[in-house]
């Protein structure tokens, strides 16, 4: 029997769950609901006003705000963050794939069987069932490390690579809602500039004075309707994102380290504080090892 098929067998024969499920991403419902009630809120406050609403909509006052905005963040921000930081931005109106995390540590159990009895390298042919592109990774990594140090290392430094890529664009969006009411202002200057170029009509002025101040609307909407609460939801998917991997990282290091596939249970679960469900006893795993079961 090949290792690839025992690491399969070991699954299914030893009574463990297959493979993690995953829930699909899709339209992210709270994130369209929190979009549509922002902006349903921001009509019916300008419609209560009794204002006509394409008194709000001023071509000078979007060029100004959206083109400032855009110019100053390619100032700021190398165009590959740039990038980075809008797919991400994109990519929050889509609910993230989210992995079964019981399902994922009764995964890593049954990989810590088939090492404890077989070592390591046994679990090279069947890297391809490996539910779980970080943990399919890092148990690569784990059949490259020569030490437990070496391992943990690149382990971290993985983690802390995708962390600082969220982070850094979250930094990109803050930096634009920072900047982006003040251009705002700049946009209401230019128009209030151009009113006082017409001062001798009080008429033009008084309906002027408003139009200018439209701008200071968009910027300050785009900042904290938009480009603020991107960047926070950016970091709780980080978070997310960062705790199942911290939580991957202990199970491979425990896998590679050889420990008893109980107290590797016991270990994960504390990452969900949840009490683990009882599994099969060691003395049936080895019976099915020593029988060719496994």
Known sequence: ?????????????????????????????????????????????????????????????????IGGTFGV??????VPTLLLALRQALSLFSTAVSPNREDLIEEIVSYAKVVRFRGMQAMERGMDQVSHSFLREAMLLALDASDRTELQSALVNKVRFCERQSESSAKVLEIAGGLTPTIGVLG????????????????TIASGVGTAFTSTIYGLALA??????????????????????????????C????????????????????????????????SELEAGQL
């Not at 963040?73 to 190398?78: A, G, V, Y």
């Open 1 to 65: 029997m090949s290792t690839s098929t025992a690491v399969i067998e070991d699954r299914h024969e030893s009574g463990r769950r297959p493979a993690a499920r995953v829930k699909r991403g899709g339209l992210d419902a709270g994130m369209l609901l929190g979009v549509s009630i922002a902006l349903i809120a921001l009509v019916a406050g300008i419609a209560v006003t009794g204002v006509n609403a394409r008194y709000f909509f001023q071509p000078t006052g979007v060029l100004i705000v």
């Open 73 to 78: 963040l390619l100032i700021t921000t190398p």
């Open 188 to 203: 209401t200057v230019v128009g209030l500039i151009d009113i006082l170029r017409q001062f001798s009509n009080l008429s």
């Open 224 to 253: 904290n309707l938009v480009l603020l609460p991107a960047a926070h939801r950016i970091r709780a998917r980080a978070s997310e994102t960062f705790y199942l991997q911290e939580l991957l990282t202990e199970g491979v290091l």
């Open 255 to 286: 896998v590679f380290d050889g420990t008893h596939p109980t107290l590797i249970r016991q270990r994960l679960h504390s990452f969900l504080n949840t009490s683990p469900a009882a599994g099969p006893s060691m003395q049936s795993v080895e």
